[in-house]
């Protein structure tokens, strides 16, 4: 097999924090190439709705954003990285509004809205497509900058060179100075083994991350799986939805069979997971028309503004369904999300492979065992930038 090409950064992945970490590398100076599994587009990142944290609010600070992290994670997240996370995220929200990304705008500042374990207003939204907006920005940066795109090229094989790294790449060998990993994690296949519904894209499998430890790298907390609170339930084109948290932001409050709320609706995910899962075993759920376990979120607690501002996707979504859930309460149940553990990495996202950096649901650290919504597109593009220079940096050694 020839080699394709020789570039100074080669980046795994086309999500957010792969964009973002081309994009930067790109800038800094370096020839990048990107290689992603499917096309282009096909990434977890794209089908975020509900926000990315960073503390713009009056009564806030990025040291109460870290706070927040530290006590979400149940104090077992890397405090390092926690402090360029809070840090760095008003920077990256202003960096993304100069790649074009429009946050919703209220009385002259952004909107907020206060997610789950977070003890301020914190989550800046684009309607509720907020993850589509940024990967749309971050695919466009990195289409003009002129970085060399490879869809349809699943890493299959990674080795030491004598000037860097050799990835086989679909029908590409690539050779790079340095190499970034950015695939995302594994909650589609976990869910697939075990019988269970998933929010994840079916590229969501796992592969690069057993590529990175069988060369060496180190990982943290891989048995640590998010279930989302709030999976869809019910009608049947739903099951498998991730309902938007800020539905519990705005108003909406989750209610067992005798309509009686059973735990705070805003707290930790890994907390309020685990409250509908017991008072559905202790006999005080609901079933859905197909006999699904299920608890109720009263979403007609939310206002038609808030609504109209900040959930017209989920609204035209099930809406489409024959439910209109500013009329009705809608049937949830939580479904397997996110894996909070990952590769090692440095404040640099450098792994503990010399030369190999990961950022985003693939790396490890950030948000411990248990993460915050709204901190995985952050941390995406938080890290991925912080690849995208260090490798080019390295990569000009
Ligand atoms: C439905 C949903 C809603 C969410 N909502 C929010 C939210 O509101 N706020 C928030 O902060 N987070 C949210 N998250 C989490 C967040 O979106 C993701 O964790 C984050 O975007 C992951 O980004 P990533 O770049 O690490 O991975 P991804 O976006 O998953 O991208 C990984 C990329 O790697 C590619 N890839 C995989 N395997 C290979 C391989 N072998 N070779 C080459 N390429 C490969 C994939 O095709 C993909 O392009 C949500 C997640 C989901 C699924």
């Known amino acids: 097999m020839s080699v394709n090409g020789s570039f100074d950064v080669l980046v795994i ?22 290689a992603t599994k499917a096309s282009i587009q096909s990434c977890n990142s794209a089908k975020a709705q509900g926000g990315i944290q960073a503390a713009f609010g009056e009564d806030d600070s990025p040291d109460q954003h870290a706070q927040d992290v530290w006590k979400s994670s149940h104090e077992t997240a890397n405090m390092k990285l926690v402090e360029v996370l809070t840090t760095e995220a008003p920077s990256a929200i202003h ?53 060399t795109l490879f869809p349809k090229s699943p890493l299959a094989e990674l080795s030491q060179t004598e000037h860097g790294w050799r990835a086989r790449a679909g029908e590409h060998v690539i050779d790079a100075a340095t190499v970034i990993l950015a695939a995302g994690g594994r909650c589609y296949a976990v869910a697939e083994e075990r019988g269970e519904l ?28 998010q279930y989302h609170p709030n999976g869809g339930a019910w009608p049947e084109t739903m099951q498998g939805y991730s309902i938007p948290e800020t539905t519990r932001a705005y108003g909406a409050v989750l209610l067992n ?36 376990p299920a608890v109720y979120l009263d979403t007609t607690r939310i206002s038609q503004h808030d609504a109209e501002l900040s959930l017209p996707y989920m609204l035209r979504r099930y809406r489409a369904g024959g439910i209109d859930p500013l009329r009705e309460k809608i049937f949830t149940y939580p479904v397997l999300h996110y894996q909070n553990g990952g590769l090692v990495i440095d404040a640099d996202a450098e792994t503990t492979l010399e030369g190999v950096y990961a950022c985003g649901e693939i790396a490890g650290g950030t ?23 260090a490798a080019a940096e390295k990569a000009r050694a």
């Open 13 to 34: 992945g086309s999500g957010a924090s792969g964009l973002a970490a081309a994009v930067s590398a790109e800038r800094a100076g370096a020839r990048v190439a990107l």
């Open 95 to 147: 960096w993304l509004e100069e790649l074009g990304v429009t946050f919703t705008k209220e009385n002259g500042g952004y909107r907020l809205a206060r997610c789950g374990g977070a003890s301020a207003k914190r989550l800046l939204q684009v309607g509720d497509r907020t993850g589509h907006a940024i990967t749309k920005a971050l695919r466009d940066a990195a289409e003009s900058g002129g970085v």
């Open 198 to 225: 998933s929010t994840n894209h079916p590229g969501a499998t796992g592969e690069v991350t057993k590529i990175a430890l069988d060369a060496g790298a180190e990982a943290r907390d891989l048995d640590a799986l």
């Open 257 to 292: 069979a005798d309509e009686e709320e059973f735990t705070d609706s805003l707290g930790p995910r890994d907390v309020v997971s685990q409250a509908i899962v017991d008072e559905v075993a202790n006999g005080k759920g609901v079933e859905t028309p197909d006999g699904r």
């Open 367 to 389: 948000h411990g065992r248990n993460r915050m919504m709204g901190n995985s597109l952050l941390e995406c593009v938080v890290f991925g930038r912080r690849a995208g220079r």
